[in-house]
């Protein structure tokens, strides 16, 4: 029952976090308090931090036997991986505005405009999978040693990950067009594949 309620408890933070990074709900907040859009991002990352608090204390809360246990060259690969998953995850913040990620440009500049305004550039590794944020923490989250509540955390994460990023895709469909549509073709969404990337050149001149 315990797993149950873990598992009802993601899909109510899935659903809750993808209600309100929909273009509906921002434009209806927009309209409704004008006053409040600059703000929104900001307000969007403060509640999927904070939600997200809950589900951690779940997850360390509810007790397990371990399915399984990384040892031996596995534990130093597995931890090998996250490090690298982690650090991967620091290098490639640099690719973006954190700024307006984070909602702060949006508050400093006054900005209500509901769509996300940072520029369709492609980093190193944007080369390889469309969405790295999400493959690193998948890296992350499988390279545990393994119980119960932790099998389930990373089934959910990883259900929300694939299922998210196809809405996600559609908005970034909705604001890049042709660009985008084009690299979907030629980059796979969450693990690389050896025989589909874009080459540097391709990536630094992709319109």
Do not use: C
Request: glycine share 6%.
């Amino acid at each position: 029952m315990e797993l149950a309620w873990l598992a009802l408890a993601w899909l109510a933070y899935a659903l809750l976090h993808s209600v309100l990074a929909s273009f509906k709900v921002k434009d209806a907040v927009a309209q409704r308090w004008p006053a409040a859009a600059p703000y929104y991002r900001l307000g969007f990352n403060l509640v999927a931090v904070v939600t997200a608090l809950p589900l951690a204390w779940l997850l360390y809360a509810i007790p397990g036997e371990l399915l399984w246990r990384w040892s031996g060259p596995w534990w130093w690969l597995g931890n090998g991986l996250a490090l690298a998953a982690i650090a991967g995850f620091m290098v490639s913040t640099r690719a973006y505005d954190m700024d307006e990620f984070l909602g702060l440009r949006q508050i400093r500049e006054g900005d209500h405009a509901t769509a996300d305004r940072e520029g369709f550039t492609l980093s190193f590794f944007h080369r390889f999978v469309r969405h790295p944020w999400y493959l690193f923490g998948l890296v992350i989250v499988w390279t545990r040693d393994m119980n119960a509540p932790m099998l389930v955390t990373a089934v959910a994460v990883t259900l929300y990950f694939a299922i998210g990023s196809w809405f996600e895709e559609r908005k970034l469909v909705a604001i890049h067009g042709d660009a985008y549509r084009r690299y979907r073709d030629k980059v796979p969404a969450l693990l690389p594949l050896p025989w589909k990337y874009l080459t540097a050149d391709a990536a630094k001149n992709w319109r």
